[in-house]
C-alpha cells in the first residue's frame, strides 16, 4: 500500500518568513496530492490540491509543487502569519475519480509562526 | 458546498458499553465512507472504507466485530464501538466521497473518551 512520509514534524517561523513542509510517496499509480490544515479538535481543512498532470499550483500565499519521477511534493506558505499556525497534513491517493480510493495521510507538520 | 454532519462531537463512556457514531452527508449522496481514528499529536489513521449497501472493508489490525460500520444509505454511514475500552478513546472523524469526485469531505469529528 501506500506509504507518505512527511518533513519536519515540527516548524517553528518569524512571522513573514515562508515555511516549506515536503512529503514523499511510495506508490507510484497516487495521482492527487491534497493538503489540509488541522486545528486542535477539529477537522482538517483543504487547503489545496495538485493532480499530477501539473507541477506546480498556487493560490495567494500557499504554493504546492510535485515532482513525480522523484515521488515528492513540497507545501509553500509565503508571508506567514500567525493564523497560520495549526497542523498541516499531506496525502495521497490513487485516482480519485474512482470514489472508492482512500487517501493515505504523512504525519502531520506542527507549524508555529511566531509573531 | 458538500457538508458531512458527524454526531455526537464529544462522547464519554463506561468501559465495556458500546457508542454510536453518525455522519450524514447533508446535500450530496456519499458513495463511499471513510472511517479514521486519530490519536493525540498523531495523523489520521484509515480504519475502514465502506460503500452504500455493501460490507466494509477494514484497515489490517483493525477488528470488524469491535468497530461495526453501516453504509445503508448514499446519505447515512454509522460507526458503533462495541465494548468500548479505555484504549480506544480517541477522535473518530469520517470523510465521504462522491463520483464523481470533488473532493474529500471531512466530517467534525467525535472525541470519544471511555471511562
Known amino acids: ?14 512571522e513573514g518568513d515562508s515555511a516549506v513542509i515536503k512529503c514523499t510517496y511510495s506508490d507510484s499509480a497516487s495521482n492527487y496530492f491534497p493538503w ?18 501539473v507541477g506546480e499550483k498556487k493560490d495567494q500565499r500557499i504554493a504546492v509543487t510535485l515532482n513525480k519521477t522523484a515521488k515528492h511534493f513540497s507545501l509553500h506558505i509565503t508571508e506567514t502569519q500567525p493564523e497560520d499556525s495549526a ?18 495521510f504523512g504525519g502531520g507538520t506542527r507549524l508555529m509562526v511566531k509573531p | 458546498g458538500a457538508v458531512v454532519s458527524q454526531h455526537p462531537s464529544r462522547v464519554i463512556c463506561k468501559s ?19 472511517w479514521y481514528r486519530q490519536f493525540p499529536k498523531q495523523s489520521l489513521m484509515l480504519m475502514a472504507t465502506s460503500n452504500e449497501g455493501s460490507k466494509a472493508t477494514y484497515e489490517q489490525g483493525v477488528e470488524k ?32 466521497a462522491r463520483t464523481p469526485f470533488w473532493g474529500y469531505t471531512f466530517g467534525s469529528g467525535t472525541r ?4
Open chain 1, 1 to 14: 500500500g501506500e506509504n507518505v512520509e512527511q518533513h519536519p514534524s515540527t516548524l517553528s517561523v518569524q
Open chain 1, 36 to 53: 489540509y490544515k488541522q486545528e486542535l479538535g477539529k477537522r482538517p481543512q483543504l487547503i489545496i490540491d495538485i493532480r499530477s498532470n
Open chain 1, 87 to 104: 497542523v498541516y497534513f499531506c496525502a495521497a491517493s490513487p485516482n480519485p475519480n474512482n470514489a472508492g480510493n482512500m487517501l493515505t
Open chain 2, 16 to 34: 465495556g458499553t458500546s457508542v454510536k457514531i453518525e455522519c450524514r452527508s447533508l446535500d450530496f449522496q456519499a458513495t463511499t465512507m471513510f
Open chain 2, 65 to 96: 466485530d469491535k468497530f461495526l460500520i453501516n453504509h445503508a444509505s448514499l446519505t447515512l454511514s454509522t460507526l458503533t464501538v462495541t465494548s468500548a475500552h479505555p484504549e480506544d478513546s480517541s477522535f473518530y472523524i469520517c470523510s465521504a
Open chain 2, 112 to 115: 470519544l473518551t471511555v471511562v
